[in-house]
């Protein structure tokens, strides 16, 4: 009975753990000080003002945004395709891309980031959108492909072919059978591919530039030198996106 | 007729693929060219965002002016970075074993605790993973700080008459590192521990073991490639951790990571960067080599989403 007590107060010690330094700076965020002390001795909200007003912060929110939504884009699209192009190639090919699209995964990212902005110095793409969005797309993939995977394996073969016998062409098939069921496996993906390219760092560092920038990017750079509470701010945008996207993963895949 | 039993692709195919021979290969060459131009989009990808700027960086590693093998041969036989070798390796072990020692308890009791409860404590352990590691490690920062609250506490409460320096050394770093790889240590041992069959260990019980004899002799064999895929999956991403030991850590706790940023962005030596770089993604594939042979990499990739 003690045991069991014991190890009951070490998961809630370990939950804590978790959870609770992460909230750390919400409340830096509404430091009334120019520097940040936790917990604040004043509050207020000019840092919130300071983020909002401030251009420079602002694009760099509206690039992160940018360039998640064109990752997310583009890997769902591509992501899907190959996760049903895939459950239709034989055991052998499906085995080598399995493994060819995992690679992102188990590469260390400093390598990926290396690798990458050699590539993008080489062909001018250094600071551009496109060069995160290509990096982020690469990184973002396997979510997609595996998730659609899942949901394509669970997939009633027998369905399309009813559809199959009824007349229905490929694309129709697709259309209104197929897509339908996979659905949740897409929309997860989807979240997954946002929340990946929002919360990337280490690559963005070596490819964004002084025109392209996103948030984590800036936050990352402020934390390196002398930091207000403002980047404080920055981290608590980014922590509340990270919940809405896993709120939204919860709520859609109860389905 | 058209495909043998058992096929994956059979069931797939129209009917009318089972009828005449030369109109099921007709079919199936179709079916084919269908797979392969649905595949090749994220193929492409795959290729120019990864394959190919990995080439280039191994090739890179080779043009040293001074001779191909000289990188190497400087960050091999060099004292300096022979340290910082031994520091990744060790605060990776070290990582993953506090992260292991941590996760089974909190994975097994996740497996016993009531609904409501298992639920919440699941919450706790997926939540972080959707956040990112900056944030995670800033909090850190904060917390960590000279006049940061754990200092404050410290002070007042008399257990040290002024603020500890408990940011930028090893310590700091492997509470970042613990705390960010946890959960993925706790999901594939909680996965291996719940496929176990209860009946097992009540039979165990049954018989007269102990609790200790019944976790030593049944229920940890059993658990043991959920660990196995927790240790892997732990290390593989401690090997290659950048941004919170670069945050948190001090001069002394210099790892390969930081190694490689410092060699591209302040000494801009690419060749020195891509054979450090080569000599990561190495050591990276040979942790995911030895583990495939005790646990599917599918798994590995399923805990991390």
Redesign the interface.
């Known amino acids: 009975m003690t ?1 069991r007590l014991f ?2 107060a ?2 809630a010690l ?6 609770l ?5 919400v409340p ?1 965020a509404f430091s009334a000080q120019s520097f ?4 604040p001795d004043a509050w207020s909200l000019r840092w919130w003002g300071t983020f909002f007003n401030d251009v420079s912060w602002r694009v760099t929110l509206l690039a992160s945004l940018k360039v998640a939504a064109f990752t997310t884009l ?1 890997s769902v ?3 899907t ?2 996760a ?3 459950a ?4 052998r090919a ?1 085995r080598l ?16 980031a ?6 993008a110095r ?1 062909t001018g793409l250094v600071g551009t959108t496109m060069a995160l969005v ?2 982020h ?2 990184l973002a ?3 997609v ?3 659609v995977g899942v949901s394509l394996d669970g997939l009633d ?2 369905l ?2 009813a559809a ?2 009824l007349g229905a062409g ?1 694309f129709h098939i697709f259309r209104t059978v197929t897509l339908p069921l996979i659905a949740p496996g897409v929309v997860g993906g989807a979240v ?1 591919a946002f ?1 990946t390219s ?5 690559l963005s560092i ?1 490819l964004a530039g002084p025109t392209v920038k996103t948030l ?1 990017v800036r ?2 750079e402020e ?2 030198l002398a930091y207000t509470p403002v ?2 701010v920055g ?1 608590t945008v ?2 509340v996106l ?2 809405g ?2 709120s939204a993963n919860r709520l859609l895949s109860r389905k | 007729m058209s495909l043998p039993p058992g096929h ?2 059979e ?2 195919l ?2 009318g693929g089972k009828a005449r021979s030369a109109k099921g290969a007709l079919i199936r060459a179709a ?2 060219l ?6 090749a ?3 492409l ?2 290729v ?7 080439a ?2 191994i090739g ?1 590693s080779f043009s040293a002016p001074a001779g191909p093998f000289v990188p190497y041969a400087h960050l091999l036989g060099d004292d300096v970075y022979a340290r910082v070798f031994a520091n990744t390796f060790i605060i990776a072990i070290v990582v993953t074993v506090v992260a292991l020692v ?1 996760a089974f ?2 994975a ?3 497996t016993r ?1 009531p609904r409501t409860w298992r639920g ?2 699941f919450a ?5 993973l ?7 490690t ?6 960590l ?1 000279r ?3 754990i200092n404050r506490f410290i002070v007042a409460s008399g257990l040290s008459d002024q603020p500890l320096s408990l940011l930028f050394n090893h310590t700091a770093v492997l509470i970042g590192m613990v ?1 960010v790889l ?2 993925y240590a706790v999901l594939p041992i909680y996965a291996a521990l719940v496929r176990i069959d209860p009946a097992l260990l009540r039979a165990s019980e049954g018989l007269g073991a102990s ?1 200790v004899t019944t976790f030593r002799r049944v229920l940890f064999p059993l658990a043991l490639s959920g660990v196995a895929t927790a240790a892997t999956f732990t290390f ?1 991403l401690a ?2 951790f ?2 919170t030991p670069a ?1 948190l850590g001090g001069a002394s706790s210099l790892t390969l ?1 930081m190694l ?2 410092g060699f ?1 962005s302040d000494r801009l030596d ?1 060749p020195l ?2 054979a450090a ?1 080569v000599l ?2 190495a050591a ?2 040979v942790v ?1 080599a030895v583990a495939a042979r005790f646990v599917p ?2 798994a ?3 805990v ?2």
């Not at chain 1, 330094?21 to 700076?25: H, Q, T």
């Not at chain 1, 940040?36 to 917990?39: A, E, K, N, T």
């Not at chain 1, 290396?114 to 590539?119: D, E, G, Q, R, T």
């Not at chain 2, 120019?48 to 990995?54: G, M, R, S």
Request: charged share 10%; glycine share 6%; aromatic share 10%.
């Open positions: 045991g190890l009951n070490f998961v370990t939950a804590a753990f978790l959870v330094p992460i909230l750390a700076i830096a940040i002390r936790l917990p583009i699209v591509a992501g395709a190959a049903l192009g895939i239709r190639s034989g055991p499906r891309l399995t493994s060819l699209f995992l690679g992102p995964v188990v590469t260390p990212a400093i390598v990926l290396v690798a990458l902005y050699s590539m080489a290509i990096a797309t690469m993939l396997p979510f492909v595996l998730n073969r027998r399309l072919l199959a016998g490929d997954f929340v929002f919360d990337e760092v280490v070596f984590p936050i990352w934390i390196r980047v404080a981290a980014m922590l990270a919940l996207a896993a | 994956p692709k069931g797939l129209p009917p079916h084919r269908g797979a392969a131009a649905l595949i989009p994220a193929l990808i795959a120019f965002a990864f394959l190919v700027p990995l280039r960086l890179l941590i308890p909190v097994f009791a996740l605790l919440i404590v706790c352990v997926l939540l972080p959707w956040i990112s590691v900056l944030v995670r800033f909090s850190w920062m904060l917390l700080e006049n940061g609250p705390h946890l959960p609790s593989l090997l290659g950048f941004v945050l990571s490689i940023d591209v690419w960067a891509a770089s990561l993604l990276a594939l995911v990499v599918g590995i990739a399923r991390h989403r």
